[in-house]
C-alpha cells in the first residue's frame, strides 16, 4: 500500500526556514506526481507545490519563498520553506497523485498523516 510520512514540521519564528520531508513507500518511486497541502486553523485547504517530473507549481503565497525537490535514491519529497510568515502556519500534508489531478485542485488519492508547521510573530 501507498505510504506518505511527514517529518520536519516545528515552531519557527517569522523569517525563518524550515524543511519538510516526505518518505514513500508502496509504489514505484515517480509512478506519481507529489505535493504538499496545508490547512492553516480555521481554514480550508490549500494546494501549496506539486511536482512531476520537469513540471513544478508553486501557490502565488509561497512562490519565491518555498522550494519543492525529489530524491529518487531516496524516495523522498522536500519541501524548502524560507522567509516563514505567520500565514504559513498549519498542518502540511504530503500527497500523491496523478499530476492533472493535484493541479485541479480535487483531493488527492494518497496523503500523508501531516505535519505540523508554526510560524511566530
Known amino acids: 500500500e501507498v505510504q506518505l510520512v511527514e517529518s520536519g514540521g516545528g515552531l519557527v519564528q517569522a523569517g525563518g526556514s524550515l524543511n519538510l520531508s516526505c518518505a514513500t513507500s508502496?509504489?514505484?518511486?515517480?509512478?506519481?506526481?507529489m505535493g504538499w497541502i496545508r490547512q492553516a486553523p480555521g481554514k480550508g485547504r490549500e494546494g501549496v507545490s506539486c511536482i512531476s517530473d520537469d513540471n513544478i507549481y508553486y501557490a502565488d503565497s509561497v512562490k519565491g519563498r518555498f522550494t519543492i525537490s525529489t530524491d529518487s535514491d531516496k524516495n523522498t519529497v522536500y519541501l524548502q520553506m524560507k522567509n516563514l510568515k505567520p500565514e504559513d502556519t498549519g498542518d502540511y500534508y504530503c500527497?500523491?497523485?496523478?499530476?492533472?489531478?493535484?493541479?485541479?485542485?480535487?483531493?488527492?488519492?494518497?496523503w500523508g498523516q501531516g505535519t505540523r508547521v508554526t510560524v511566530s510573530s
Open positions: 500527497v500523491a497523485d496523478v499530476w492533472a489531478h493535484l493541479l485541479m485542485g480535487g483531493q488527492p488519492d494518497h
Open positions: 508502496g509504489f514505484e518511486f515517480g509512478y506519481y506526481a
